[in-house]
């Protein structure tokens, strides 16, 4: 690893005793990852918000007590309160008041408070080739595939330690090299009326993130249909993170860097060429559940946090209804201010929705108990199916947006099978 002047000179405390620490850690992480030297970046989104355990507190407190400001503008992920609704967040009064200091400790380090984890759609959205450091899995995947910007995956305390230092390891996906696809996946044996569809982008990333891995793919055959949103591949990116480590891949013709397959993969050969068919989808979707219960206890959406393009599909499908049974929607506050704005936020809670900010249902206890295996929920999630069942104790059904809301009017499980046919 070597270091600048201004770099040494900042690990050894010329910029104030956080800043050497935060500097110290990042090259010694960088030299541990094989990196030869640091690469400064312009932004940073930090995941270490959310509490884990009273060690993240000390750490975030020991940066504030030493002086410690980030360098670049840093925005913030979910936390494990909600702010807004602080009543809805259950727990023992230790954990809320850690999780409260935690949040604040950040706030002191100079970050904004945005408590969301997709906060390109807050307007942080650096630009093509910049580097960063950004934490949050489904972020990463959206910030290298969508955005064309630069970050490794990076984990609690080295995304904050980047912040302040205003560096990040010279590796992984900030290298050209290593941006370039290896793996070929040709949609084309796909039904074009299934890939029009929201629900498909979630299981194609499930499936990717269990046949890919770490290894970035190009995916061919979706161009051309009009059906590639921001929204669908930021399900698809979440999806990958939570069942992989998918930190980048290439929708070709779609995203930036992937004008053509050729450019996707650097002119080089792919290592894997792999045909999608229906009956992998199938297989991918249906391991998204892992119950074939005829009823549900909840419904949950928002992982990642809900766009106001989403809030409008969900408002089209529950005009003049009642939801049966809690649904809950996890957004950010840039989303909530504008459904208030709007008097959209209370004609959602006029139908029975639960609009969570700031954090998300299955990283903070607000789905009514469950003893483990006893409830059911539902979301059209990749990431929620992921996760729920070891987070929260409810078995899990995957759905599109449609079958959640159907669902939810009656506590019955109803689920268009027709399109997967």
């Not at 045909?275 to 199938?282: G, H, R």
Request: aromatic share 6%; glycine share 10%; charged share 20%.
């Amino acid at each position: 690893m070597h270091l600048t002047p201004d770099e040494q000179a900042m690990a050894e405390g010329a910029a104030g005793e956080a800043a050497a620490m935060a500097m110290r850690i990042v090259a010694e992480a960088g030299r541990i990852m094989g990196a030869e030297r640091l690469v400064p970046i312009v932004s940073a989104h930090i995941d270490g918000c959310l509490y884990h355990g009273d060690s993240g507190v000390d750490f975030a407190e020991r940066l504030v007590a030493l002086g410690g400001r980030v360098a670049v503008p840093a925005t913030l992920n979910v936390g494990a309160l909600d702010l807004l609704h602080p009543e809805i967040v259950r727990g023992p009064a230790h954990d809320r008041a850690m999780a409260r200091r935690l949040m604040d400790a950040y706030l002191a380090l100079g970050c904004a408070p945005s408590w969301t984890c997709a906060p390109y759609q807050a307007g942080h959205r650096p630009g093509l080739g910049e580097h960063v450091a950004w934490g949050e899995s489904n972020a990463v995947a959206f910030l290298n595939s969508v955005l064309g910007a630069r970050s490794e995956r990076y984990g609690d305390f080295l995304d904050i330690a980047a912040a302040i230092s205003g560096r990040a390891p010279e590796t992984g996906l900030h290298l050209d090299r290593n941006r370039r696809a290896t793996v070929v996946v040709d949609t084309s044996p796909v039904s074009p009326a299934l890939k029009a569809q929201d629900v498909f982008y979630p299981v194609l990333g499930a499936w990717l993130g269990a046949e890919a891995g770490s290894a970035v793919a190009a995916i061919t055959g979706l161009d051309g249909l009009g059906a590639v949103t921001e929204d669908n591949l930021k399900a698809l990116g979440a999806a990958a993170a939570s069942s992989g480590a998918v930190g980048l891949f290439h929708v070709v013709g779609v995203t930036p860097e992937a004008p053509s397959l050729e450019a996707a993969l650097g002119g080089d050969n792919p290592e894997a060429t792999i045909a999608l068919t229906p009956d992998m989808l199938q297989a991918a979707r249906d391991r998204l559940s892992t119950t074939g219960a005829d009823r549900i206890d909840a419904v949950a959406l928002g992982s990642p946090h809900f766009s106001l393009e989403e809030f409008a599909a969900l408002e089209r499908l529950a005009a003049g209804k009642r939801f049966a049974v809690p649904f809950f929607v996890c957004t950010g506050r840039h989303a909530l201010d504008a459904l208030e704005r709007e008097g959209r936020a209370e004609v959602l809670q006029s139908a029975g929705v639960s609009i969570v900010a700031d954090t998300c249902v299955v990283v903070a206890p607000i789905l009514p108990d469950a003893a483990p295996g006893t409830r059911v929920l539902m979301t059209n999630s990749g990431k929620f199916a992921h996760y729920t069942p070891a987070n929260t104790g409810y078995e899990v059904i995957y759905g599109s947006l449609e079958d959640c809301v159907a669902s939810a009017l009656t506590g019955e499980m109803s689920r268009d099978e027709a399109i997967w046919r």
